[in-house]
């Protein structure tokens, strides 16, 4: 590809036309049901070739490694166990989570589903629905307050309504709390490794809960 044909294709990835909404659609397809890294790849790979620096997407360096992870990973268990042991029994949801329940106990399923719960969620998710999006809504509404919080909200419904086909309506109203607090925090820092290892941390904690049998004990720590 000669520089000509590559600054035409940059600027049409970048555009909001049939190769600009196709890369977005297929971003947000693949990011729920291609392979398990695909919509963070995708997204990386269009970044490459719409000539869209890394860093409007927020993949900034922290400015400390260790303190991040260390606060990022406490908040993303602290959230899972405030909406396990809150938010969802206050919905009157299920304890357990059933779609995922044939992971208690079961420790040959456990490299996969925490792979997929680093990889495609920590990573995956947040560089799509938090990096990604932002970014593409940023051009359409801007950045003023009024536009942060479309963003918020817009960003929000999608990805809790990519968690319908697995997980139904809890999976949904666990995402739309979820989506909200990464998207906040994002739209407030701009940067992304911080929700990625919250989101990942997160994750991981669903799944030790659910592994180790803990899910109704947490669920029935303060409502019964």
């Not at 990835?13 to 947000?28: D, E, H, K, S, Y």
């Not at 397809?29 to 719409?50: E, Q």
């Not at 940067?191 to 030790?208: R, S």
């Amino acid at each position: 590809m000669n520089d000509a044909n590559a600054e035409t294709l940059a600027a049409r990835l970048r555009g909001f036309g049939p190769t600009g909404v196709l890369a977005i659609a297929a971003i947000l397809l693949l990011g729920h049901w291609g392979p398990i890294p695909a919509g963070g790849l995708l997204v990386l790979l269009w970044a490459r070739l719409s000539g869209t620096p890394f860093r409007a997407l927020g993949f900034v360096a922290p400015r400390s490694w260790p303190r991040t992870v260390l606060l990022a990973t406490a908040a993303g268990i602290v959230l899972k166990l405030a909406l396990k042991a809150i938010v969802m029994p206050l919905l009157r949801a299920d304890p357990v989570n059933w779609p995922y329940h044939y992971l208690q106990g079961n420790a040959a399923a456990l490299p996969g589903i925490l792979l997929t719960g680093i990889v495609a969620g920590g990573f995956g998710e947040e560089t799509v629905y938090r990096g990604f999006l932002f970014e593409r809504f940023g051009h359409v509404w801007g950045e003023g307050s009024v536009a942060r919080a479309a963003t918020i909200a817009l960003t929000t419904t999608l990805f809790a309504l990519g968690h319908y086909s697995d997980q139904g309506w809890p999976g949904v109203e666990q995402a739309v709390v979820t989506g909200g607090v990464f998207g906040t925090v994002f739209a407030a820092r701009r940067q992304l490794w911080p929700v990625v290892i919250a989101h990942a941390a997160y994750d991981v904690t669903a799944v030790v809960l659910i592994y180790a049998g803990w899910e109704e004990r947490v669920a029935h720590w303060l409502l019964h």
